[in-house]
């Protein structure tokens, strides 16, 4: 089981979001804990790895030596890979 790992400006980006979809990227990241590889794709030109939940995108590090899901970016689909 991985474990789930917020950098602070994703616990910023969680908190304004919706109740309804916190719930749904919440319910998606506990699914993830068992096998991230199952739901996360890698975007190699950015070298991190994405989850989709409707029309928003979790950017993420995976490392499976420690097993850990290193959580950095949460937003919608319009904005998440802009510098």
Partial sequence: ??????AKRAIKEFKRLE???????WK???ECKKDPFR????LAEIR?????VGDY???ADIDKNSKKIN??????RR?????
């Fill in 71 to 76: 959580i950095n970016k949460i937003r919608h």
């Fill in 39 to 42: 739901f996360f794709e890698y």
């Fill in 57 to 59: 995108r979790v950017l």
């Fill in 28 to 30: 998606k990241l506990q």
């Fill in 1 to 6: 089981m991985y474990e789930l790992i917020f």
């Fill in 19 to 25: 109740s309804e979809i916190k719930e749904r990227i």
């Fill in 79 to 83: 904005n998440v890979y802009e510098r």
């Fill in 48 to 52: 991190t790895f994405k989850l989709r």
